[in-house]
Each structure stands twice: as C-alpha cells, then as structure tokens.
C-alpha cells in the first residue's frame, strides 16, 4: 500500500476546475515533483492535501487514514509537514525559537501553561539539529525576519524536518532564490534527501532541481494529470513536451 | 534592572503604601490596583495573542454581579466569592470566545464589541439579578472562613487587591513564558503558520480568551465590594475603551505595562477632571497619539529597548519582502 | 387591526428601518473593501450627521438644506480625517485602524457633546413628509414610508455608481487589487481618500434621515456602530450587496422580534449572526473565511 493514495481529488472555484480528478499514490521512501505551468493546480494540490482549502470530491488516504475534511492542524498532527509557496515564518522570533516551536507541536504536553518555553529539551534539540542539518546554525541566534531570502526558505524547510514527519511536502523551496542560493539550496536538499528515509512531494518550476531530486515526477496541467512516471520517460512524453517543456527546451 | 527584584521592590514599596498615603489616596490606589489587573488581563489577548478585545468591560461586569449577588444574597464570605465570580467569568467567556473566535481578524474585534453590548442590554433587562439601571448597592465585605475579617477594613482590602495583583502578574509571566505561551506568540505573529504546524490555534485562543476573563473577572469582582456598588456602568462600551486605552499606552505585550497603563489613566483623568469634566476628549488624542508614535506604550519608552518599535519593523520588513 | 393591515405595516417598518441600517452598513463595507480597515468611528460620523442636521434645519430652516449639507460636512471631515491621521497608518496593522479611529470616536462624542450639549435635540421632519396615511385603513407615517423610498434609491444609485461610472469602476478594481491599479497609472490615496469620504457622507445621510425618528442624542453612536458591525458580518465584509441584504435582514429581525418576544428582541439578532457564522464565517456573501 502506498503511504499517500490520492482518488480523483477536485476543487472546484465557482465555475473553475482547479483540481481535476487528480489520483496519484506516493510510495514511502520516494521523492516525488509535482510540476506544471502556472495555474495548474498544483498549490491548490497542496493546500487539498493539508487541508487548507477543502475538496469539492474525491479523497485524500494518508497510509490507510481518511484525510478529507480533516482541520489542518489534525493532518500535521498525522505526520504531514508542508512548507509554503510564500514564505511563512514566525517574523520577530529567532530561527531556533521557530525550529524549537515547529518541534513542540509534536509533543504530547504542548499546552503544559508553565515550566518556561525551553522545557522540553527533546524539542529544542530536534529544532537545533534541523537547523544544522540545513546549514543555518550560525543565524539560529537571529529573528526571523532578518535573514536573507534564502535562510528564511531553508529555515522553512528546517522547521518542517524539525516535525520529523512522515510525509513533507515542499511547495517551490527555491522560489525567489538567486542561481547561487539556488544551487546551494538544492545541494542541501540532495543531501538531506540521499539517505531515501523522508517521502517527500515537491512544486518546483526550475527543472533542473526537479531532475535532480525527483525519483518520479507527476505532470499536471489545467488541473489535470497529463503525465506520471519516473524522470526519463516523463521528459520523453510528447505531450508533457508540448503542454510544458516545450517552453523552455 | 532584573525582574523579580524590580517586582519586590515595587511590592515592599507598595506594601508600605498605607502607612504613608491619606485615605484618599489609599481608595485611588486601590481602584488603581483593580484597574491594573483589569488591564493586564486584557494584555493576555491583545498584546500576546494579537486578539483584539472591544469588549474586555464584558469580563469586568461579570465579575462584579456575581460577586456582588453572592455578597448580598449567599453571605459567602468575601474570600470564598471573588475567585468563585473570576471562575464563573471564565468559564462563560469559554461559550463568548467559541462564537467569536469563529471569525478572525477584524471580525473577531466586531464580535466582541457586539457581546460586550448583549451582556450589557441583558443587565438593562434582567432586574432580579442586576437591579437594572439602579445597579446593586450596598454589597459587604462578609468576614470568614472563621472569621477572617481583616479584608473588610480599608488597609485589609487593600492587601487583598495586591496581592490579587502581583498573584496575577507572576501567574500572567509564567503562562507567557511556558510552551503554552509560546503558541500564543505563534498565533500573534502568524496565525495560519501555527495552524499548518499542528496547533489547534482555536482551541488555543478560546482558552487565552478564558483566562483573560477569569482574571478581568476577578478584577471586576474585587472591585464590586471595593466600592459596594456594581452597576451597568461596568458593562459600557466606553469602558472596554477605556481599558484598551491602558493596555496600549501603558505599553501591549509587556504586563506590566498595562499595570502602568492603568495607573498613568486614573492619575491623568483625576488631574484632568478637576479642571475640565471633558477629560474623554483629551484621552482620545492622548490615545491616538500612542497609536501613531508610541505603540510600543509608556513601559517601552521607559525601559528603552523600544521593543515593540523593533517587532513592528522587523515585522514590516518581512511582509514587504514576501508580498 | 387585521392581520393583512398589520403585516404590511410592519414590512414597510422594517423596510424604512433597514434603509437606515442600510446607509451605514454599505458605507463601512466600502471602506472596508478598499482599505482593508475597519471603521470604528462609523456610529461617530453617523452621529455628527445628525448634529450637523440638526444645526442646518435650525439655521437654514429647511430639511431638504440638511439633506446635503450634512453629508458633505461628515464627508469633508472623514476625507481630513482620512488625510491627517490614517494615512500614516497603512504600513501598520489592522488593530491600528481599529484603534485610532475608537480614539476618534471618544474625541467625537466629547466634542459633540461640548457643542451641542447632553440633551437630545428634536429635528422635525419637513412638512411635506410629516403627516400620516393609510395603508388598507391602518394609519403609516408618512417620513418613515419616504425612508424606504430613499433605501432602495440610494441602494440603486450606488450600484449604478460602482457599475457604470469610471470611479466605480477604479473602487472596484481597487478593492481586487489595489497595487495593480497603482501600477497602472491611478493614485491608489486619491481613491481611498474618496471612498472614506464617500463611506463617511453615507453614513451623515442616514444620521440626518434617522434624526426625526430616533432625535440627535450622544447613544446614537454606539448603537449605530454595533448595528453596523452586525449587519457586515451577516452580509459579509466588503461585500456590497451583502450589506444590503444584512440591513433587510437585521431590520425585519428587529422590527418583528420586537413585537413577538419584546423580551428578546435584541438577542435575536445576535442569534441570527451567530447562524450565519457557524454556517459560513465569511458572511452570507462574503469569501469563504
């Protein structure tokens, strides 16, 4: 059984299709890109599978749980962390405090009312050893909201793997990023990713990280899947070709 | 300076207070005190949480009625009934807060406003309770458990009111500082961020929204047989106004700071209103000028870190980077 | 009173009451589609128009004067207002807005009262409207039946305002996306600026038509603003026709709980938001929360 079974998933937006019975399944240890031209549903994907936005029809199965209708912080609760297209951070908060926060979600005394923010040390070493593992231990002292572009989206990226999930979803992790930040992100991720240990689904547009992280990639378009399969037969299809590659070969 | 010796200081200081002041000044103290608490539980949600309350007097007259129905009609002893009138405020602003937390932002503001004004219609109607525009008069300060009467005197009183105060303060500075408070700053700074983390940001809110009442409760409570009166004043819109006034310009997200706040209200509106009876007009611009120069609030220009100047920038900056 | 007299009577009630609610309600949610802010001070501007009212009938001695004159005067102040204080705000949050313009209605209402004093003032309707007719043989003021008249005129006029004309259309596509019609060329100030002012001379008319019925008194703000908070929550923030809809709902709800539970009146209109809520947090035709 595969960890994520997605059946005929669609959202409808008044008279717009955004997600077009869509079914995929995502097997545990497999990276897999969700690409596509803009618009093609593929954030809408994201936020039907976190719980954000809710399906019109269609369901969402996380390793043998029903996931559709669930609120969005009871799907994380399942073991599902997801990064933002737009970055999302705790701004006036340090970079370990967000790590160690994102950490204490997963505690079962996350409403202990005393004892002092840094009392559950596992927390806090599981934020630490994120933020080293992306590399941004030498900014863990600084807010948020202060640091470059590309530490705020590793720091995303940090405090998702800081909830140790079982399935992380990362929506476009190099958006916005200059080709160097890009190139060192996507070193980062590759490591992180060598071991086969996390399954993951990533949005990306740069092609270029996407073959280079992806073990399968889905191709959606206006909504619709028109291609699934590993890197090198989905470059081949002729209608992926047109609809998307065409563009940019 | 380190906070628990500026707490004790600031304690011992006003311990010693009756011994020094008239009895005058002793009543303005403690209905300083009173408001204090008041203000600071209002914090709990504005300057934490990011909730903004307009209908914080809801708190405050639920207190005072139900202490002083129990004053008047039970002869509980005074001891007994305060926290049992913070308790029953708390635990019917868990139904307020689910209402109003079913929206957010500005909605949620709106909505407190809106309940604030039913409690306050309601006590308009409801005479057998709150004797309604008359208000409840003569509400005692019964002694015991065994006898306990040293509250009732004016110094006795006074010491309750305190040490209400400063039990509050430390009870406030630990809830924010615990991994509870922590999901509180979340909420504060990125609402849908913490949701997506795990955190049931509502129940997280109704439950802030719960203690801030029980503790503005029990201000309300202290002070219905402070002045043995509760009226429907207590409920007025203008002073869930008024409260907010102290919390931002004694200085949000501080504590103490709406302690000031309180303070630095009675002080001015006194002083105002022995030479003009508008002193609402002069509060108004003194208000807005916070909000436009100062939001960091008296306490912040005090200890000069400007804190909250800080936040809003770096906050600022964020939002202008990602947007 | 049979019942057919009685129904209609109260329906034309409730009509001329929700033209009212109607004036303020589609002032805020206008405001509040293109600034993104919420007008506390709505129930204050609502208020001075009625003061301002009062004070033209009593110089000008004519109601029709009032009629336009007090809008203009509320709109004037909202646009200074808007100018002076709030422009300096929109880099900040929300609860800024909300707290500034709460100062403002403090500063209004002791300043109302400084000028006009505490006692409520009488504004007569003019003459042509002050008298009584009868509707299947049941007496019906005649000021409250040109009330609903001026409801579904104004209601009309700022439709095809926001539809046909180029400022309706500019308000509109600001409140979708404001930094794209700044980019195309339209200063996106001058048209806030416009619609506080707009929002707030709305509100100046409701104040001057409510004042016959209700008189100018130093209540009129609080009341008015939490009506107004009520009717764009059940209607929906921003939405133009929710407000509409809000107003006719939260009036027939008044008018005609008054007259079955006199005791629960106004909890009633709480419970319909809280329905509307617990269906749909938007509003009834706001975005889905």
Redesign the interface.
Known sequence: MALLEIDELTRRFGGIIAVDRVSMRVEAGEVRAVIGPNGAGKSTLFNLITGVVKASDGSVRFDGTMLSGMSPYSICQHGISRTFQITALFPEMTARENARLAAQARHVRRWQPYGGSTVFGDAARRGDAALERLGLTHVAHRPAGLLSHGDQRLLEVAMALAQQPRLLLLDEPTQGLSVEETAQAVDTLATLLADRAMTVLLVEHDMEVVFRLAHMITVLHRGAVIADGEPDAVRADAEVQRAYLGGLA | MNFSRGLAAAACVLALAPAALPPYAMTLLTEALILGLFAMSLDLM?GYT?L?S?GHAAAYGLGAYTCGNLLLHTGMPLLFAVPLAALFSGIVAIGVAW?CT??????F???T???A??FY??AF?WTTVTGASDGLAGIPRSPGPFGIAIFAGKAGFYYLVLACLLGSLLFCRMLVHSPFGEVLRGIRENEAKTLSLGYNTRRYKIAVVAIAFALGGLAGALYAPFAGFANTELLF??FS?QV??MV?VGGAGTLVGPIIGAAFFMLVSNLLSSWTD?W??F???I??GF??FA?QGIWGLLSGTGRAEGR?RV??RFLKSTS | MDFAAFLVTQCLNALSQAALLFFLGVGLTLI?GIMR??N?AHGAFFMLGAYVGYSSVAIAGNFWAALVLSPLLVGGFGIAFELG?LR??Y??????F???T??????M???I??IWGVNALEVRAPPALSGIVFILDEPFPLYRLFLAAAGIVVAVAIWQFLERTRLGLLIRATSQNAEMVHALGTDVRLVRSAVFGIGCGLAGIGGVLAAPLVTASLAMA?TA??DT??I??IGG?GSFLGSALGALLVAFVQVFGTYYFP?LA??LM?LV??MV??IR?GGLLGKE?
Not at chain 2, 102 to 107: D, E, M
Not at chain 3, 102 to 107: D, M, R, S, V
């Open positions: 504005v990011r903004l307009f209402v079913l929206a957010s932002g500005v909605s503001s709106m909505l406003l809106a309940f004004q039913l219609a309601v109607k819109w203008l106004g907010l006034i931002i508008s609402a007009l509060f108004g611009l208000f807005i909000v436009l939001p809003e906050r600022w | 509040f802010i919420v506390f204080v300096l705000l880099r900040r949050d929300h609860s800024a909300l707290m500034v709460f100062g403002l209605t403090l500063i209402g002791e300043a009262r400084l609080p603003v939490i908070f009520v764009v929550i923030m005791d106004l909890a709480y938001m809280v809520l617990v947090p929360a």
